[in-house]
């Protein structure tokens, strides 16, 4: 099978048993609202443990659908990465015995560029922002033939994110969605699936806005990209792909603090012993500091993208 030209519900529901195999389907927890600090009459919170796919993040599925639709060749694969989208192709590279080189911020996390080579995988820094590390990283595919595997920017990424919510749909009743955004992959894919069948909310650090800025312009711009989600959540500005799904099927864009995001964090950790990197806990963020209020009677659904961080040592 090859990748589909359009992100569509259909394409996902195609993509999902060719990489069902190869992932795994995350579990959901529901905690009740009470135990995260939110009013008790409104209904229990399901959370999608997508940090528990393997290397750590949901981009396994996107990186594993690249690889098994398209040819791979000898040079191998490349990418530009905060970190995330990296150890994933490094991940799905090394189980198709293929070259894979990944193009990393010189502020990457250790923890990141170590779970890369934990891949076999090449790392190579860069000083700069992401126009920088993209053209670092196409000049090296040119340069040897490796293919580019986007992060967020292209069919068969998105189409890959997508079965997340696949899963998420069939295992729960939900009536909303929230989800972190960064250059928009995964919303883009969930947004295609639920189309219709769910709100989905997007949620991004207050300094790191790129979906809530191209909304309001109308076309994706260059964004800030700071704040302690960056590396995760600080493209330059969303993709060309997404920014139409999200126009039609992402029903509200939310803006949340650095601090919230903390406390997200630490919210998860005393809860639940969950531990995930900013990234990963900015959704749920959105819900415990009130900048989303559940009607009652709401089946609200989180996403927890993301747990590739050093903040638990053991010893």
């Known amino acids: ?47 999608k443990l997508e940090f528990l796919q393997y290397s750590g993040s949901f981009k396994a599925r996107g990186a594993t659908y690249n690889l098994m639709t ?41 923890a990141k560029i170590d779970r890369i080579k934990s891949f076999g995988a090449e790392v190579e820094p860069v000083d700069g922002g992401f126009d920088e590390l993209m053209s670092a990283t196409h000049a090296y595919a040119e340069k040897t033939g490796a293919r580019l595997v986007h992060a967020y920017d292209e069919v068969g990424t998105l189409t890959g994110q997508g079965t997340c919510a696949l899963e998420f749909m069939e295992d729960c009743a939900l009536d909303t969605l929230l989800v972190a955004v960064g250059g928009g992959g995964l919303i883009g894919g969930i947004a295609a699936y639920v189309a219709g069948h769910a709100k989905v909310v997007a949620v991004e650090p207050e300094a790191a806005p790129t979906l809530h800025m191209a909304l309001e312009a109308g076309r994706p711009i260059a964004a800030p990209a700071g704040g302690i989600a960056a590396d995760s959540l600080g493209p330059a500005q969303v993709g060309n792909l997404m920014f139409p799904i999200a126009q039609s099927s992402v029903n509200a864009s939310l803006l949340v603090p650095d601090s919230a995001i903390a406390e997200a964090r630490q919210t998860l950790w005393d809860q639940a012993r969950i531990v995930t990197e900013p990234g990963g806990a900015t959704a749920l963020a959105a819900l415990l500091s009130g900048a989303y209020a559940p009607a009652p009677g709401e089946r609200v659904g989180v996403v927890l993208c993301g747990a590739n961080t050093d903040a638990v040592s053991f010893g």
């Open 1 to 47: 099978m090859t990748i589909p030209h359009a992100v569509t519900r259909d394409a996902i529901n195609a993509a999902y048993p060719i990489i069902a195999p190869h992932i795994r389907r995350t579990p959901v927890l529901t905690v009740s609202a009470a135990n995260l600090g939110l009013d008790p009459n409104l209904s229990p919170i399901a959370l």
């Open 70 to 110: 398209a040819p791979v060749p000898e040079a191998g694969v490349v990418a530009a990465s905060g970190g995330n989208h990296g150890a994933a192709l490094a991940w799905a590279a090394r189980r198709m015995n293929a070259k894979c080189k990944i193009f990393v911020f010189s502020f990457t996390p250790k």
